[in-house]
């Protein structure tokens, strides 16, 4: 079985400050990760994916993600925060392409000016 | 190129009554996925059809159904409404079943049911 956790509900920052939102997952076999964002009244977006290769992959809108295989996490980053940043962000998760794509519960991201 | 559409945006019911959600997948897409998103809960997998046929389902009672047509549209069906079955719907397609695809999300079909 694959699973994703998301352990906060939601995380603050100010604008300009670093932001992390936290995911790990389980999964038997190499995951393929992914992180979306969803704003109001939206579907999701895709933001990036880690399928091998480099630990930190670089996606949408300045954020990036780095993938520590030790730590079974896949946290996603952005040097500076915007206000238009907030929104809700989800992890994903799935091994192969015959396995569907596990959704954590998602991480409201709320940026203050 | 038009992204995922669905409809209805928005669907009101009674409990018992059925409701059908439909989509339109992204032009050269075979996959199509529906998720159910209900408050405090996340994604939760529903279905997944590809060229026609199901390929996998999520742990929801028998009563949520659906198929895909001929041009890789498909529909949700929900019998037997019940109060709970109050979400927003999110269809998505991709262009194959690749693990690395990523999947394009319409914006959902919110279902209320009275």
């Known amino acids: 079985a694959q699973s994703v956790a998301q352990p906060e509900d939601q995380v603050n920052v100010a604008e300009g400050n670093p932001l992390t939102v936290k995911c790990t997952y389980s999964v038997s076999g190499n995951p393929y990760l992914f992180w979306y964002v969803q704003y109001p009244n939206r579907g999701l977006q895709f933001l990036l994916k880690y399928i091998t290769g480099d630990n930190l992959v670089k996606g949408s809108y300045g954020f990036e993600a780095e993938f520590n295989k030790s730590q079974t996490s896949f946290h996603l980053k952005k040097p500076s925060a915007l206000v238009s940043d907030s929104a809700l962000y989800f992890c994903a998760v799935r091994v192969s392409g015959y396995s569907t794509l596990t959704f954590g519960k998602g991480t409201m991201l709320l940026v203050s000016p | 190129e038009a992204g995922v559409t669905q409809s209805p945006t928005h669907l009101i019911k009674t409990r018992g009554q059925q409701a059908t959600l439909r989509c339109s997948p992204i032009?050269?897409?075979?996959?199509v996925y529906w998720y159910q998103q209900a408050l405090g809960l996340g994604l939760q997998f529903l279905l997944w059809?590809?060229?026609?046929?199901?390929?996998n389902r999520g742990n929801f009672p028998p009563r949520f159904s659906g198929r895909q047509f001929p041009n890789y549209s498909s529909e949700l069906n929900v019998n037997a409404l019940e109060l709970e079955d109050s979400a927003l719907y999110l269809c998505?397609?991709?262009?194959?079943?690749?693990?690395?695809?990523?999947?394009?999300f319409g914006s959902g079909t919110q279902l209320s049911v009275l």
């Open positions: 059809y590809d060229e026609g046929e199901e390929r």
């Open positions: 032009s050269g897409h075979t996959s």
């Open positions: 998505a397609s991709s262009f194959k079943q690749g693990a690395n695809e990523k999947l394009f």
